[in-house]
């Protein structure tokens, strides 16, 4: 169930990426993104962007409802 999951995260991650940018598990829950040829103003739009996403994210397994909490730093 947590490897469907991760992919189903990982899937969404990469799906709301700009073209050239690069999303990676780091190991565990932790994810990586590489923002290429990107300002500050870009950056914290697409951390917000990412963390509402997530936040909004529901996994379903079964019977069961699984959702997430974020923190980007």
Same mark, same amino acid.
Do not use: P
């Given at each position: &169930?947590? #490897? =469907?999951?991760?992919?189903? &995260?990982?899937?969404?991650? *990469?799906?709301?990426? /700009?073209?050239?940018? +690069? %999303?990676? /598990? +780091?190991? $565990?829950? !932790?994810? *990586?993104?590489?923002?290429?040829?990107? @300002? %500050? *103003?870009?950056?914290? =739009? +697409? %951390?917000?962007?990412? /963390? !509402?996403?997530?936040? #909004?994210? /529901?996994? !379903?397994? $079964?019977?069961?409802?699984?959702?997430? @909490? &974020?923190?980007?730093?």
């Amino acid at each position: &169930v947590g #490897d =469907k999951m991760l992919q189903s &995260v990982s899937q969404l991650l *990469a799906s709301h990426l /700009r073209q050239g940018d +690069i %999303a990676a /598990r +780091i190991g $565990g829950d !932790e994810f *990586a993104i590489l923002l290429l040829d990107c @300002t %500050a *103003a870009q950056g914290l =739009k +697409i %951390a917000n962007l990412l /963390r !509402e996403l997530m936040q #909004d994210f /529901r996994f !379903e397994w $079964g019977n069961n409802l699984y959702s997430f @909490t &974020v923190s980007i730093g």
